[in-house]
């Protein structure tokens, strides 16, 4: 696996091996504050890796080797070196990654998917507002409808009154005044039809609008609870991590004891045998 390596500075090496950070931090150009990323978006500690904590710290001391050619007596066996094991450090190193990169991913859909429905949400309610406005100037053209029919009722009645004196002339009016009622009459039925229509799409819109209200709750609590799930395991990670590290500590201690106990007995053997 390559690495790509992020200075103080802020530039960015190319993707390189483990093996060449390491001669790097040999050489004294990592840098405590330096980080390191698989993929140029998720950025670790570079002495978080194993193995370069274990190049910038020393983990191997060599040993004293006792001097040679005496006659009659054994040499004493170098005490055994027991390397520290990083390799639950790694795993949790690991997995911390993984982690961390599905909780990016997570949220990242979380936003998408925030965003779509905010924009649908907005598109839908201009649709209600234009269909509400469509309405409402229908039901003002419906009750203009109803005045004009009422004044032409009125108009016919009177004309009717006064058919006895002017019975030729008015009878024309009259059957004019019945054709522009029959007119009305059908246009306001018209309209009547057209507003129950907009009606039941309105409500149809209303009821999309509480689905998707009602989706997009639903998709915020299942990521909101994936994220915290994720959390969880993460802070569990990163404390099995810091166990691990003072598991590591505690061992080179020990190793580095048991080094300065050899070297003391070889001089001691020295001392013994001048």
């Known amino acids: 696996m390559k690495w790509y390596v992020k200075r103080t500075d802020g530039s960015v090496s190319d993707p390189v091996e483990v093996d060449e950070i390491c001669r790097w931090a040999t050489a004294g150009t990592i840098k405590s504050g330096d980080e390191v990323s698989t993929d140029g978006e998720i950025w670790i500690q570079a002495v978080d890796l194993p193995d370069v904590a274990e190049t910038l710290h020393g983990a191997s001391v060599p040993g004293v080797n006792p001097p040679r050619g005496v006659p009659g007596r054994s040499e004493p066996e170098p005490a055994p070196e027991e390397a520290p094991d990083a390799a639950f450090l790694e795993a949790a190193n690991a997995d911390a990654w993984t982690i961390r990169k599905e909780i990016t991913k997570w949220r990242s859909l979380y936003e998408k998917g925030q965003a779509r429905w905010t924009k649908e949400n907005e598109d839908l309610q201009h649709q209600l507002r234009d269909l509400r406005r469509e309405g409402a100037a229908n039901m003002a053209e419906l009750e203009q409808m109803r005045l004009d029919l009422k004044r032409v009722r009125g108009n016919y009645e009177e004309l009717r009154q006064a058919v006895r004196e002017e019975p030729d002339?008015?009878?024309r009016q009259i059957l004019q005044m019945k054709e522009q009622e029959l007119t009305l009459q059908?246009?306001?039925?018209?309209?009547?039809?057209?507003?129950?229509?907009?009606?039941?799409?309105?409500?149809l819109r209303e009821k999309e609008q509480a689905a998707i209200l009602a989706l997009r709750d639903e998709a915020e609590r299942?990521?909101?609870?994936?994220?915290r799930e994720l959390e969880e395991r993460l802070a569990k990670e990163r404390e099995l991590a810091d166990d691990a590290r003072q598991r590591v500590a505690a061992l080179e201690r020990e190793f580095e004891q048991v080094a300065r106990t050899c070297r003391e007995m070889n001089q001691h053997l020295v001392e013994l045998r001048g």
């Open 169 to 171: 002339d008015l009878r």
């Open 186 to 203: 059908n246009a306001y039925e018209a309209l009547e039809r057209s507003y129950d229509v907009l009606f039941r799409q309105l409500a």
């Open 222 to 227: 299942a990521a909101q609870e994936r994220v």
